[in-house]
Nanobody, 115 residues
Framework: QVQLVESGGGLVQAGGSLRLSCAAS????????TGWYRQAPGKPRELVAG???????NYADSVKGRFTISRDNAENTVSLQMNSLKPEDTAVYYC?????????WGKGTLVTVSP
């Protein structure tokens, strides 16, 4: 059974940094497409950063240059380093993995950025 568990969210002031981590059980991240999404109140869920099965990263324009997605194959985790955080980054952040065309999600971790 695939299970994704996010951690690392919290409250931070604008300009600060947070590092989110996603741990997986029942599946390995290596060689699979994974990503971080976020959903702010009243808004649809959006892709923040993706990592292809080959290791190519892509980012939403709003986070380019500030966020970095990475994968640790030994620990079987995917992380999202978030720097220069802005109040508009406030959202619940979700880890995602695609397995044979099916999407799997964690329960999310809340990131709140105060002005």
């Amino acid at each position: 059974q695939v299970q994704l568990v996010e951690s690392g969210g919290g409250l931070v002031q604008a300009g600060g940094s947070l590092r989110l981590s996603c741990a997986a059980s029942g599946v390995t991240f290596r060689f699979r497409a994974t990503g971080w999404y976020r959903q702010a109140p009243g808004k649809p869920r959006e892709l923040v950063a993706g990592l292809s099965s080959g290791g190519t990263a892509n980012y939403a324009d709003s986070v380019k240059g500030r966020f970095t997605i990475s994968r640790d194959n030994a620990e079987n985790t995917v992380s999202l380093q978030m720097n220069s955080l802005k109040p508009e980054d406030t959202a619940v952040y979700y880890c995602n993995i695609i397995i044979t065309g099916n999407n799997y999600w964690g329960k999310g971790t809340l990131v709140t950025v105060s002005p």
